[in-house]
Structure formats: structure tokens, C-alpha cells
């Protein structure tokens, strides 16, 4: 294949800032983003906005065999001769990753993605929320501004655990894999980015995601409350406290997720 700016350039490819896009061109970066989710040899791996392709060429070097949805029609062209070049190892869908029916129309896959902000945290809390567990998808591998990969792998104490944090760890285990300088993308974002891999827990203890999302909402929607405050308007939470043994005066962001989920339980 020719280099990843010479397709740029002769199909016209400029970041779009509307679509949110910030192209990483460094093949050596990008085999190294390819190989956090572990060898991919044979490996299907579902990637979301590939633009003009450069990680899914690292995710066909490592072997894979790539399903990628991109919305930018302009990128179509670019990835449809990557496609040729690679003999049926890579199908591109086009159209927006929120409509994909996953379950159906990707099947079991490693997830792969360099997103914008928003779209990704809409996924990833998707993902999260599968109904079925284990879910369809084998590992996420995603790019975030480092803030947010920050705040998915957080411990309890600090300001980044939240909402999120315990979303995110109850039923996977979460790692910040590796920090990628803001000077490492065309055009550079504003905020330095981390690729977060995660991979889903065998067994988590089960609970209702919706009723762990409408706890860790009220806690943390007054993280400087003592429990006893934040969760007055939660039906049941403060008499599971009591059965739990929960100190009502601690605050949200000392809690462990264990907590979390055993508290959701038991409401
Ligand atoms: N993967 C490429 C890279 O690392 O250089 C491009 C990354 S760029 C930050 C994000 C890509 O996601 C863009 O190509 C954009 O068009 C695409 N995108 C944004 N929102 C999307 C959506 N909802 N569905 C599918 N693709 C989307």
C-alpha cells in the first residue's frame, strides 16, 4: 500500500473538526496500539472510525480480520483500496456506530477505536451495559483524552473515581495501557489522549446496570455529601447501608465498587 499521507493527500482526507477527527499516521504507534488487545492472528477485530485507515493497517499487519464502520463518506474510497489490497481480511461498513446491532451484525470481536470524545463515551457505556454477560465483545482497546481514561480506571480517594469508574470495573477489569502525546496526531487535539484496554470479568456479581447507574448518580451527584444526604431520595439505600454495615457519614468517592454493586443489591 502506498504511505498512509500519500492516500490522505490524493483523496482529500483533511481532518474534519466537525466529525472530530485527529488521524494518528505513525506506523510505529500504531502497531504498538494494535498489539494492546494481545495477538490478533486470525483475530476478528470490529473497529470503529478508521478514517483514512492507518490503525486498521496496523490491525491487518498484526493479522486480524477487520470489520470497521466509518461515517465519513470521504474516507470510503481510501479504505475500499485497502480493502482490495488485503483480499478479504477487511469489510468497512459505512454509516454511524451507534445504530450498529452489534450482537448481530459484528458477532464475538476485539473492539479497536480512536474516537471522538463523545461518541466513545456513548459505546463504552453501552458496551458496558450489555444485558448479556459476557458480552459479544472480547476486549476494548480505546483511545480517550487521558482525563477520561483516567476517571475509568480510577481507585477510590480521588477526584477522577465516579459514576464511571465504577461502571466501568464492576464487571471488567480496566487498565490504562499506554499515554499517547497529544503531538502524535494530525491536526493535535488540544488534551493529551490514553488507550484504555478492558476486558469483561468472567463472573461479576449480578445487578441491574439501571439500578447501579441511578445509585452511583445520586452518590456522586453530591460527592461531597455524606452518604446519609446523597442518598435520602434513593428508595431502600439508606435502611441496605444499615444492613450493610456502610457508615452513612463516609462520602461516595470512598466507597469501593464492591460496595457499590453490593449496595445496588441489596436496595
Ligand atoms: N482511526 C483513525 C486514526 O486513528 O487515525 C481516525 C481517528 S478519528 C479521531 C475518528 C474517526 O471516527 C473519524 O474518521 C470519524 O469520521 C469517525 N467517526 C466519528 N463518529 C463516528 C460514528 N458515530 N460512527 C462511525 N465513525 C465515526
Known amino acids: 500500500m502506498p504511505p498512509l499521507r500519500e492516500v490522505i493527500a490524493r483523496h482529500g482526507l ?21 498489539a494492546i488487545p494481545g495477538p490478533l492472528d486470525g483475530a476478528r477485530v470490529y473497529e470503529v472510525g478508521p478514517g483514512p485507515g492507518g ?15 466509518e461515517r465519513d463518506r470521504r474516507c470510503l ?11 478479504g481480511r477487511l469489510r468497512i461498513i459505512e454509516g454511524d456506530a451507534l445504530a450498529i446491532d452489534e450482537p448481530k451484525e459484528i458477532g464475538p ?22 444485558e448479556r454477560w459476557p ?44 499515554k499517547v502525546n497529544r503531538a502524535a ?3 493535535p487535539p488540544k488534551v493529551m489522549s490514553a488507550v484504555v484496554h478492558i476486558v469483561p470479568a468472567e463472573q461479576p456479581e449480578g445487578v441491574d446496570p439501571n439500578r447501579l447507574a441511578r445509585l452511583t448518580g445520586a452518590a456522586f451527584g453530591q460527592r461531597r455529601k455524606m452518604l446519609r444526604r446523597s442518598l435520602s431520595a434513593v428508595d431502600g439505600a439508606l ?23 453490593a449496595l445496588a443489591r441489596a436496595l
Open 135 to 178: 458480552p459479544w465483545w472480547r476486549s476494548l482497546t480505546l483511545m480517550f483524552q487521558r482525563e477520561v481514561a483516567e476517571r475509568i480506571v480510577a481507585s477510590p480517594g480521588g477526584a477522577a473515581y465516579g459514576r464511571l469508574a465504577v461502571l466501568a470495573q464492576w464487571r471488567t477489569t480496566a487498565r490504562l495501557a499506554m
Open 77 to 87: 474510497p481510501a479504505l475500499a483500496e485497502l480493502a482490495e489490497a488485503v483480499g
Open 185 to 187: 496526531f494530525v491536526p
Open 109 to 130: 470481536a476485539h473492539v479497536v477505536a480512536n474516537l471522538p470524545y463523545n461518541v466513545g463515551t456513548a459505546l463504552l457505556t453501552r458496551w458496558l451495559e450489555a
Open 55 to 69: 490503525l486498521t493497517r496496523a490491525l491487518l499487519r498484526a493479522g486480524a480480520e477487520v470489520i470497521a464502520v
Open 239 to 261: 435502611e441496605a447501608l444499615d444492613r450493610l454495615g456502610i457508615d452513612p457519614e463516609r462520602r461516595a468517592e470512598t466507597l469501593s465498587v464492591g460496595e457499590f454493586v
Open 14 to 34: 483533511a481532518a474534519s473538526k466537525a466529525l472530530g477527527q485527529n488521524f494518528i499516521l505513525d506506523a510505529q504507534l500504531l502497531d504498538r496500539i494494535a
